[in-house]
């Protein structure tokens, strides 16, 4: 099946500083989401992106599907203590039926 | 309050049981989803429905069964044949309609098997 790459694995900033990650793939898809899962619960959806080159916020955060639909990116302006916990990205194809294909995520650490 | 739950939150089970997980949404969402979380990886997709009476396996479906009699709601069956059950597992649902797939969690269910 598809395989996603998400990077870096672990992230360590203070807090204030600005934070970046992304996904890739070798194969595109229609659909970028980006999760936060904070521990011992469920993931809760951050953004939702459905058009190549989109870019869309949601608060401090923003995402951009990328313009080759194989990759897309996900930043945190300003971090704050609660940003604390795991980024997961998930790409769906319109043919699965909503079938998600998670990356590993990204585990985020802020230091006050 | 609309929501996806799930019960219980921890589970414990001795080896050669069968046990069944919890799942049930108020959403009206059509789509349903389990998903397996060991630590530090990402989700796998165990089994999926589109619609009542009707499911298809994920990736990882071997040792789960699953039902999907109401919209509400869609057990799963973690069967003493799954060799490696202990894990996070998390329920999802979705519209399921048009292009707008995008997953809504539920609390999950972390199951131990000893």
């Known amino acids: 099946g598809q395989q996603l790459n998400q990077s870096p694995q672990s992230m360590f900033i203070q807090e204030g500083e600005d934070v970046s990650m992304n996904c890739t793939s070798s194969?595109?898809?229609?659909?970028w989401l980006w999760y936060k899962q904070d521990p011992g619960e469920g993931p809760v959806l951050l953004i939702a992106?459905?058009?190549?080159?989109e870019l869309t916020s949601n608060g401090r955060l923003t995402a951009q599907f990328g313009i080759t639909r194989k990759d897309s990116f996900l930043n945190i302006s300003a971090s704050i203590p609660s940003d604390v916990g795991i980024y997961f990205c998930?790409?769906?194809?319109?043919?699965?039926?909503?079938?998600?294909?998670f990356g590993d995520g990204t585990t985020l650490t802020v230091k006050p | 309050d609309g929501g996806i739950t799930q019960s219980p939150k921890y589970l414990f089970r001795k080896e050669g049981q069968n046990v069944t997980l919890s799942c049930e949404q108020n959403l009206n969402h059509d789509a349903m989803y389990w998903y397996r979380q060991d630590p530090g990886q990402g989700l796998r997709l165990i089994y999926y429905s589109q619609i009542v009476n009707d499911f298809q396996k994920g990736d990882i479906a071997e040792g789960y069964s699953v039902s999907r009699e109401k919209k509400e709601s869609f057990p799963l069956t973690v069967t003493s044949a799954q060799k490696n059950p202990t894990a996070f597992y998390l329920c999802?649902?979705?519209?399921?309609?048009?292009?707008?797939?995008?997953?809504?969690f539920g609390p999950g269910t972390r199951l131990t098997v000893t």
């Open positions: 194969s595109i898809f229609n659909t």
């Open positions: 999802a649902s979705s519209i399921g309609q048009g292009a707008r797939y995008e997953q809504y």
């Open positions: 992106l459905y058009k190549a080159g």
């Open positions: 998930a790409g769906q194809l319109y043919t699965n039926a909503g079938k998600s294909t």
